[in-house]
């Protein structure tokens, strides 16, 4: 895999929402864009967790009569798997790969410590990367 960075790699906008948000709404919204993860932030714009369609499927069959009512905070990964801006696509191939994940949050670290999400990359965008550069090198 040629050594693509990370935010060249993304193919689409990170969708953000607040803990506070439903896991209704969330769900409507992945629906909607056709995405299966929503990066939870705080009020600053720093990472607080990711919700995905496995969490709410999970909380759907946990709780069927109220999960729609529950919100991002109560269904959000909190340990989250991220690589720092510099990451190659290579490397997040690698991570998804060992850690046996479908998405890697591309982050950027503050002085303080804190991570600010700048991209979501997926299994299915280092597919579509593996798809494209192979194309190229057999035209």
Same mark, same amino acid.
């Given at each position: 895999m040629k050594k693509l960075s990370v935010l060249a790699a993304k193919r689409l906008e990170i969708t953000r929402c607040a803990g506070a948000k439903s +896991?209704?709404?969330?769900?409507?919204?992945?629906?909607?864009?056709?995405?299966?993860?929503?990066?939870?932030?705080?009020s600053?714009?720093?990472l607080r967790g990711i919700v995905t369609r496995t969490d709410i499927v999970r909380?759907? +069959?946990a709780h069927p009569d109220s999960w729609y009512e529950m919100t991002c905070d109560a269904a959000m990964t909190e340990d989250v798997i991220t690589a720092p801006v510099t990451a190659t696509l290579d490397q997040i191939?690698?991570?998804?790969?060992?850690? $046996? /994940?479908h998405r890697v949050v591309v982050v950027e670290e503050?002085?303080?410590?804190? +991570?600010?999400?700048?991209?979501? /990359?997926?299994? $299915?965008d280092i597919v579509y990367h593996l798809v494209h550069a192979t194309r190229e090198v057999w035209r």
């Open positions: +896991l209704l709404d969330v769900a409507a919204q992945m629906d909607e864009d056709d995405i299966s993860s929503i990066v939870v932030t705080d600053q714009g720093y909380m759907a +069959l191939a690698r991570l998804v790969q060992e850690k $046996h /994940i503050t002085e303080a410590g804190k +991570l600010r999400p700048l991209a979501v /990359i997926s299994d $299915h």
